[in-house]
């Protein structure tokens, strides 16, 4: 294994047994990346991407670092064969290492608030969570730390597990640790959906980690590579996850042609119900043979393979995916459909109808698909309705789509999965009827189920359907009143926008005695979540069609999929008018969500103080907390809401409430750098010394970097400007020093009463800023005259620090100071002596200048004596 020695970025060779500690580094590869044979020129340090090479290096060796690998360098990528090893090796390289820095050259330095758990966009969007290798780097090594386009820390994998989780759709459990065994196939696939390599074969190459397979590189063999991996997983794991994947691309085969086939299956784990079998699967010429419990279909030859897995909270199902039975012998089949799965009851199954059979499911053959003249928008068109009544009837239309002259229209390409769009359209003789509109290869299709709002999912129902010619199919249902609904697809070239498009068209119609004015209402969703017509209308704040829902039925106390009520709902989007009608015909006002959220709580996040006071009126209690611990006034102060703050205070809420994370309204608030809402709750008894998550309301505001609720604090005189952090012990100062924020170290110093000289894990706020290399923050610091200039940790004094980071305005300052000792000396060395070594001659001629007057002044008090 090759590492780069730190101190003088040279490359060494260890043999497997002899590998000293090392940190590594995560990337994102740029142009003019400095390779192994780059390394060996004299000129190397000339080269773009050798600064990325020296400031990895830099940061390596102030951590304590002799070694670091990075990839770039420390991989011969001429030889096959080290290449075949390295990349079979990466993940336990990852893993080993002591620590990974994740250097995200597109994020800046204030990007992230590590102890608030907040970030900006261009951390989320940061081309490092979108790269296939990253994802082994980000699971693998059990810490890292994310460093931004300076070179500064971010934060940790640790810190940031919240928000990485979210950004990734990693549980943060396996960020933190937890052993990959515990996710299902399918789970840790889905981690990979929606990132990208420059080579094909790579998708599955940076997989194998995941996985601990092991397997040769065959660059050259396209999509080819993945179904070897999924092949290699098969012989470790009988997980039937592993098939349990949507895809437009219906190849008939078991085995998907890519981890974005898996972008749905991030809740889908493997079950051990009664009727899972047990019997693992291999791989023959005829294709995957394994042991599934087979339902025949009403179509001769078609029918669905039941598998040992489910979704998460829905145990009591098994998923399942289309067959086609070849040859009609139940021996040999191909998959169907593969853009869904399919959930089947448990109950349903009978093991005397249902039988477990052994099959094989043929393999991968790669094929083009057929396309319907490549269509470019979808359009839907509602007959005998007038444009404008199209337009007044919509009660919600995803933002894909667009009304456009009575046709609501959306682009194609803008859809990467097969699923186009869920209508809900309800009629004024009381009938409703949901469509999905699907993508199967190039071609259009729609599925139409009867409405029922206890029970809002689409079901399979059985769909006559024709085809007429080349250019349209035909699908009619019969709804159970005896009326029709009839959908014809065709393909026509339409105007939309000033230019011409090849567009599928959805002329649905509905049999009505009532032509013309059949459509009360109609919703578009997009994705498989599902929805009620109730949750649609309560969004949108459209009261006719949340009173129409009532009238059928909807549970007005019922829950979604994410846990929450539809009081909730409207509460968060502030519909007074819609919270009146929910609470007149009955929902109880503190009913909580899954995440034990009450209305009063969403109303007071999203600053609603007229719904907030009308809840409050109804009998909502004021200080009811969440699974979090936290209180209405608690979210009021996340979005600065002061009228809503003061509205919960006049009706008896806890100004000092406190969450799970001991976290105040206060806290919150100076955490979040709102400054009216500080002013206010300290005017109005908030405890300014408490102490939360990261420490006092103080500590937060330096770490945030909010000068003027800092200011603010400190002009109330009851704050101890000393107050150490909860995690680290660092005082507010220091906080601010290592954060990079002049302007409030500045205020801090102003009082007269900061700890100059405070450590964490030996630092001083002097010493922490040099290594920092924080030119401005050294000289704040060495002007209050109180600074330790010779203050060490681990033997090494700030200007060593600064000599060996090559901080050359930052040596200059500390040597004006007159105060330092140039003499010092760390590992035998000399100041001189490492700065020789660097090779950084201005600062070389600096200490000589030093050493020349400290010699001059010697031999003048010398002549004095005599």
């Not at 009629?427 to 409703?432: E, L, S, V």
Request: proline share 3%; glycine share 8%.
């Amino acid at each position: 294994m090759r590492l780069l020695r730190t101190e003088r970025v040279q490359l060494e060779e260890f043999a497997c047994d002899e590998v000293p500690h090392y940190a590594i580094l995560s990337h994102t590869w740029e142009k003019q990346e400095v390779t192994l044979q780059d390394m060996k020129m004299p000129d190397v340090s000339v080269l773009q991407g050798y600064e990325k090479i020296r400031r990895a290096c830099a940061v390596a060796a102030a951590d304590g670092f002799e070694y670091i690998w990075i990839d770039t360098c420390c991989i011969d990528k001429t030889s096959s064969a080290e290449l075949s090893e390295a990349l079979n090796s990466m993940y336990r390289w990852y893993q080993e290492a002591e620590e990974c820095y994740a250097y995200l050259a597109d994020v800046s330095q204030h990007s992230v608030n590590s102890f608030a758990g907040t970030v900006e966009p261009d951390f989320q969007k940061s081309r490092w969570f979108t790269r296939g290798w990253t994802l082994q780097e980000l699971i693998a090594p059990s810490t890292v730390i994310f460093l931004g386009t300076d070179w500064q820390e971010l934060g940790t994998k640790s810190t940031l597990h919240h928000v990485i989780s979210e950004i990734t759709g990693i549980p943060s459990h396996f960020l933190l640790g937890d052993e990959l065994r515990h996710a299902s196939v399918a789970q840790r696939m889905s981690w990979a959906s929606k990132r990208k390599t420059t080579r094909v074969e790579d998708l599955a190459y940076c997989l194998m980690g995941l996985f601990g397979i092991y397997m040769p590189m065959l660059y050259g063999e396209g999509k080819r590579a993945f179904i070897r991996l999924q092949e290699e997983i098969m012989k470790v794991s009988d997980d039937h996850s592993l098939f349990a994947w949507r895809s437009i691309e219906d190849h008939g085969g078991l085995l998907a042609t890519s981890p974005s086939a898996f972008a749905e299956s991030g809740n889908i784990i493997p079950t051990r119900s009664v009727y899972a079998t047990s019997i693992p699967s291999t791989l023959s010429s005829r294709g995957v043979h394994l042991s599934l419990r087979y339902i025949s279909g009403e179509q001769s030859g078609l029918g669905l393979g039941v598998l040992n897995c489910t979704e998460i909270g829905k145990e009591s199902l098994l998923l399942a995916i289309h067959l086609r039975d070849i040859f009609l012998t139940r021996e040999d089949f191909a998959r169907e459909r593969s853009f869904n799965l399919e959930l089947y009851r448990l109950e349903d199954i009978d093991p005397l109808q249902h039988h477990t059979i052994s099959l094989y499911v043929q393999q991968w053959h790669p094929k083009p698909i057929t396309k319907w003249d490549d269509i470019e928008r979808c359009a839907i068109k509602l007959e005998g309705i007038e444009r404008l009544e199209v337009a007044q009837r919509i009660v919600n239309l995803n933002p894909k789509w667009e009304l456009e002259n009575g046709l609501m229209v959306t682009n194609m390409k803008s859809h990467p999965d097969s699923l186009l769009g869920r209508l809900m359209i309800s009629c004024k003789d009381g009938t409703w009827f949901h469509i999905s509109i699907e993508r199967r290869g190039g071609r259009l299709s729609a599925n139409i189920a009867p409405g029922s709002e206890s029970n809002p999912g689409l079901r399979q129902v059985h769909v006559a359907s024709e085809q007429e010619g080349n250019n349209q199919d035909r699908i009619v249902e019969v709804l159970g009143n005896g009326t029709h609904v009839n959908i014809a697809i065709k393909k026509r070239v339409f105007l939309l926008g000033g230019e011409k498009y090849l567009t599928g068209v959805m002329e649905i119609s509905y049999s009505s005695t009532l032509p013309g004015m059949w459509l009360e209402n109609i919703t578009l969703l997009v994705g498989h979540e599902k929805k009620m017509l109730l949750w649609c209308a309560i969004e949108s704040g459209h009261l006719p069609t949340v009173k129409f829902s009532i009238e059928k039925g909807a549970g007005i106390d019922s829950k979604g999929n994410d846990g929450r009520t539809p009081l909730s709902w409207a509460a968060e989007n502030g519909h007074e008018d819609v919270i009146q009608s929910l609470l007149k015909n009955g929902a109880k006002v503190d009913l909580r969500g899954s995440d034990g959220r009450t209305p009063l709580s969403w109303a007071a996040e999203n600053g609603h103080e007229v719904v907030a006071q009308s809840l409050l009126e109804n009998g909502a209690k004021v200080d009811l907390k969440d699974n979090d611990g936290r209180t209405a006034l608690s979210w009021s102060v996340q979005r600065c809401h002061v009228a809503v703050l003061q509205l919960l205070l006049l009706n008896g809420a806890e100004v000092n409430s406190k969450d799970m994370n001991s976290m105040t309204p206060l806290l919150w608030a100076a955490e979040n750098g709102h400054e009216s809402v500080v002013k206010f709750l300290s005017e109005n008894g908030a405890d300014l010394e408490s102490k939360g998550r990261g420490g006092t309301p103080l500590w937060l505001a330096a770490n945030g970097g909010h000068d003027a609720v800092v200011k603010l604090l400190l002009d109330t005189k009851k704050v101890d400007i000393n107050s150490k952090g909860v995690l680290c012990g660092s005082t507010p100062l220091w906080k601010a020093v290592d954060m990079g924020y002049e302007g409030i170290v500045k205020l801090l110093i102003d009082t007269g009463e900061a700890d100059i000289d405070a450590r964490v894990n030996g630092q001083t706020p002097l010493w922490r800023s040099v290594a920092k290399g924080h030119v401005g923050m050294v000289k704040l610091l060495l002007m209050t005259g109180k600074a330790d200039v010779d203050a060490k940790r681990n033997d090494q004094t700030p200007l060593w620090i600064a000599v060996v980071m090559g901080h050359e305005a930052i040596v200059e300052l500390l040597l004006a100071t007159g105060k330092v000792n140039a003499n010092t000396k760390c590992n035998g060395q000399t100041l001189l002596d490492k700065a020789i070594t660097k090779g950084n001659e201005k600062i070389v001629g600096m200490l000589l200048e030093v050493r020349r007057n400290s010699q001059a002044a010697a031999r003048e008090r010398q002549r004095r004596r005599l």
